[in-house]
C-alpha cells in the first residue's frame, strides 16, 4: 500500500458510493486511516482501478512496478485530476491486490490472478 509498504496483514476497504467508507484490517490499515483522515471526504475516493499485465514486474514494495506486476489489479483512493478527473486532494495512495476476482459488469476479468478472455 503507497503511503505505508508491504503489509503484514490485508488491509479491507468498504466503498460506498465511489468512497471508502471503513478502513478494516491490523495495524497498517490504521495507518493508511490516519494517512487520509486530515484531508477529509475526498481521499477516500477511488480514484483508479488498474490491471498488472507486465510478466517481467516483480513485487518490490515500489508501488510503480508492483501495480504492474502480473495477476494483480491496483486500487488507488484520493486524488483523480491528474488524470482527468473531477477530485482534487493531495493523496494519491495505490493498494495493490494479490490473485484477486475482478467482475465489471457481471463479467470476470480476471479469476485468481489469471487475466479471462
Not at 27 to 51: F, S, V
Not at 71 to 86: E, Q, Y
Request: cysteine-free.
Amino acid at each position: 500500500m503507497a503511503g505505508i509498504g508491504i503489509t503484514e496483514n490485508p488491509i479491507t476497504l468498504e466503498v460506498r458510493d465511489g468512497l471508502v467508507t471503513r478502513i478494516l484490517g491490523g495495524p497498517a490499515a490504521r495507518q493508511l486511516e490516519d494517512l487520509i483522515a486530515p484531508l477529509g471526504a475526498p481521499a477516500r475516493n477511488i480514484a483508479e482501478l488498474g490491471i498488472g499485465t507486465n510478466d517481467r514486474a516483480r513485487l518490490t514494495g515500489r508501488v510503480l512496478e508492483d501495480e504492474k506486476v502480473m495477476g494483480t489489479i491496483h486500487l488507488a483512493i484520493g486524488d483523480n485530476s491528474h488524470f482527468g478527473g473531477k477530485v482534487a486532494v493531495p493523496s494519491h495512495l495505490d493498494g495493490i491486490i494479490l490473485s484477486p476476482t475482478l467482475v465489471i459488469d457481471g463479467k470476470s476479468v480476471m479469476v485468481n490472478g489469471e487475466l479471462v478472455s
